[in-house]
């Protein structure tokens, strides 16, 4: 047939993959023939073959569902790190696995420096990487201390947390407060701008925040519940990674009373007030301890395939999984696509980075992007991306949560509970709405986008679970 008689009549289309493709053709009018096709899968056969045939998986993963579902968050708190977590001493905690100075990005290396001069261990910028060379300041994963930190995750004693509990279990997660966008500590920037920032939080908006909260809570004031926030937030357009505008507001609107009864000077309850009323990501370290809370819940089940981390540290991705516990699998962090600020561009952004794809192992962020459409003018792609994206992660995942409901897909429930053998079997890898920071130290911010974990972790954590499973 030659070309001209193949365009001469109506187009026969073959779509593969996702429903919404081939029903949006459909709806033009167009001859449109599904194949059920799926990208390859990965992994050892035999792995594989021990994980379907484990007669502790389904009962296991069923319990890590039910726990993740069933945990709640309020916040109960707002102090020091070094009170709440008992971090002492010339120590930091970072996003991501453990890592060691050398092998620290220039966004990570960035925010430890600045961290340093906040904590007035050093007087300058070549003394803070002599301590931190040299093995002078303690590195560990906020992952180990039941805090979650997003983009470097840096916090040091003097930083206040955010303290949430869970009413179901009593487990309690942290996080230290968000600085707002642009060049900020978390995205690796240090400067005097950056400084005066930290030492205000730390003088400022903790001791407001603490005696807000405190003060409504002794009161006789039920506890903010941070779990029905981030559940509402999804009913009005954020998802809760990348998009916080709502729960921001949401936040302010609750803490705003207590602020204002909190007894502090009428100039620092305006500043403190208009500083979370321009800060879109505000309510970003609150949402993300209440992930942490869920899936601490589900850790340490025997059987479990269920992720219960995903993390970055802007050198290297690590997972967890429920049935491993505490073991971390890791890979080279990739580096996101989307857009870009300003004049800045894909040479400028470093790998991946960042705590809060809790926010994702949660179910969602990147997996409920179908609820905030909007998203895709913050990190690239079509409206159609972000409805197809959320479709897709249901096929990675145990269950939908009925808790946090998606309205346009008919309020079904985000998909909840990443399960490594469905990502194994169907090749198919979560995907992370993220922030973007400047590879070189001390850049700040340079974008937003998305991306995904490297295939690796998966095939570590595959065959983990395959020999915890031969041996049990």
């Known amino acids: 047939m030659s070309l001209q008689n193949l365009l001469s009549g109506p187009p026969a289309i073959v779509a593969a993959g996702v429903d919404v493709f081939s029903e949006a053709l459909r709806a033009q009018g167009a001859d449109v023939h599904?194949?059920?096709?799926?990208?390859?899968?990965?992994?050892?056969?035999a792995d594989l073959a021990a994980l379907a045939l484990d007669p502790r998986r389904a009962a296991a993963n069923r319990t890590a569902v039910e726990r993740l579902m069933a945990a709640g968050s309020v916040l109960v708190d707002v102090r020091p790190a070094r009170e709440v977590i008992g971090l002492t001493g010339r120590t930091l905690l970072h996003s991501g696995p453990p890592l060691e100075w050398e092998n620290a990005s220039g966004p990570m290396r960035g925010a430890l420096v600045?961290?340093?001069?906040?904590?007035g261990w050093a007087a300058d910028v070549e003394e803070a990487e002599i301590l931190l060379a040299t093995g002078a300041v303690t590195l560990d994963p906020c992952h180990h201390h039941r805090t979650v930190g997003p983009m470097a995750g840096v916090t040091s004693p003097s930083m206040w947390m955010w303290c949430l509990e869970d009413p179901v279990t009593g487990g309690q997660a942290f996080c230290n407060l968000n600085e707002g966008l642009g060049k900020v500590l978390r995205m690796g920037a240090f400067n005097e701008e950056v400084q005066a920032r930290l030492r205000w939080m730390r003088d400022v908006l903790g001791p407001v925040l603490s005696k807000a909260v405190r003060g409504s809570i002794d009161a006789g004031n039920d506890p903010l519940d941070v779990k029905a926030v981030l559940a509402q937030m999804l009913q009005m357009g954020d998802e809760a990674h990348n998009r916080n505008r709502a729960g921001s507001l949401m936040a302010l609107r609750e803490l705003s009373p207590a602020i204002v009864a909190s007894g502090a000077p009428s100039s620092d309850i305006a500043d403190v007030l208009r500083f979370i009323g321009g800060n879109e990501h505000f309510f970003l370290?609150?949402?993300m301890p209440t992930a942490k809370l869920a899936l601490d819940a589900a850790r340490g089940i025997p059987g479990s395939t269920m992720l219960t981390v995903m993390s970055r540290n802007g050198t290297e991705f690590g997972i967890q999984t429920s049935g491993t516990g505490d073991r971390w699998f890791t890979g080279p962090a990739n580096t996101p696509v989307g857009l870009f600020l300003g004049d800045y561009g894909p040479d400028d952004a470093n790998p991946d980075i960042g705590d809060s794809a809790i926010m994702e192992t949660y179910g969602i962020g990147g997996f409920a992007m179908a609820a905030a459409p909007a998203i895709v003018r913050f990190v690239g792609g079509t409206v159609p991306d972000a409805l197809a994206t959320t479709e897709r992660m249901y096929q990675l995942t145990l269950a939908e949560n009925p808790a946090m409901q998606?309205?346009?897909?008919?309020?079904?429930?985000?998909p909840t509970g990443i399960d490594v053998l469905k990502?194994?079997?169907?090749?198919?890898?979560?995907?992370?709405?993220?922030?973007?920071?400047?590879?070189?130290?001390?850049?700040?911010?340079?974008?937003?986008?998305?991306v995904q974990p490297p295939q690796q972790c998966f095939e570590q954590a595959l065959a983990a679970l395959a020999e915890e499973a031969r041996t049990a």
């Open 423 to 450: 990502v194994a079997r169907t090749g198919w890898l979560p995907q992370i709405n993220t922030g973007m920071a400047g590879r070189v130290a001390g850049t700040g911010q340079v974008g937003a986008g998305l």
């Open 406 to 414: 998606i309205p346009i897909m008919g309020f079904r429930g985000s």
């Open 285 to 287: 370290n609150l949402g």
């Open 34 to 45: 599904d194949v059920d096709w799926r990208p390859p899968g990965f992994g050892d056969p």
């Open 114 to 119: 600045g961290a340093c001069l906040f904590e």
